[in-house]
């Protein structure tokens, strides 16, 4: 079956530009995160949604970002401004509604942003 | 906070030569441990939950355990196509947030022929 999708793979912006980047969730998954993943590093939690409702956006590193899932499927990650230091792989994973026996999370190729 | 500590960083094997990574971690009410493989250039590939200590899964060569506080992934006659990073997460119940997953920064495993 398709897994996670992740829009476009590769990305580059210049310094101050806004950048989206998309995800399609595997169907019928109702949690979907985000993560970023610097150059040697695991991947670090961003945000998650519970169908369209945004539970926890403690991991965004400034409020140049956000993220959205208005219908509870596709979600949206845009940065506004871009910084050098925004340069890194940014993951989605969807999964399974957690619950008292959590899912695995199932994760996309990501996609690499490079902030010139 | 959750942390993770993967050793060794990096690790290199002749194909067949059996080892071990490991995975110490430190967590507010483990809810599960996950491990991942990760290739190049693409996301991390789910590979087991462990969700209590004692606790042993096995998928073709690999082998996952649990302790209270660390995981092995014990490798047996690895070939070169197991060469990937390997990638431990842990979820706990720190901050009423039981869905986030706090990762390592991996192993970097190369199998040689």
């Known amino acids: 079956g398709a897994g996670v999708s992740q829009s476009p793979r590769y990305k580059v912006a210049k310094r101050g530009q806004d950048v989206a980047l998309r995800c399609d969730p595997i169907?019928?998954?109702?949690?979907l995160f985000w993560y970023q993943q610097a150059l040697g590093q695991g991947p670090e939690f961003l945000t998650y949604?519970?169908?369209?409702?945004?539970?926890?956006k403690s991991g965004l590193p400034s409020d140049r970002f956000f993220a959205e899932r208005p219908e509870g499927s596709v979600s949206t990650l845009k940065i506004q401004r871009t910084q050098q230091e925004d340069s890194a792989v940014y993951l989605c994973?969807?999964?399974?509604?957690?619950?008292?026996?959590?899912?695995?999370?199932?994760f996309g190729d990501g996609t690499r942003l490079s902030i010139l | 906070e959750d942390q993770v500590t993967q050793s060794p960083e990096a690790l290199r094997l002749q194909e067949g030569e059996s080892s071990s990574l490991n995975c110490s971690y430190t967590?507010?009410?483990?809810?599960?441990l996950f491990w991942y493989r990760q290739d190049p250039g693409k996301g991390p590939e789910f590979l087991f939950t462990?969700?209590?200590a004692g606790e042993e899964k096995e998928k073709e060569r690999l082998k996952a355990t649990l302790t209270k506080k660390e995981s092995f992934l014990h490798i047996t006659a690895p070939k070169p196509e197991d060469s990937a990073t390997y990638l431990c997460?842990?979820?706990?119940?720190?901050?009423?947030?039981?869905?986030?997953?706090?990762f390592g920064k991996g192993t970097l495993l190369t199998v040689n022929p």
């Open positions: 994973a969807s999964s399974l509604a957690t619950g008292k026996r959590n899912q695995p999370q199932h």
């Open positions: 169907s019928g998954h109702v949690s």
């Open positions: 949604f519970q169908n369209e409702a945004q539970l926890d």
């Open positions: 967590v507010s009410g483990l809810r599960g």
């Open positions: 462990l969700y209590s």
């Open positions: 997460a842990v979820q706990g119940n720190s901050g009423g947030s039981n869905y986030k997953l706090t």
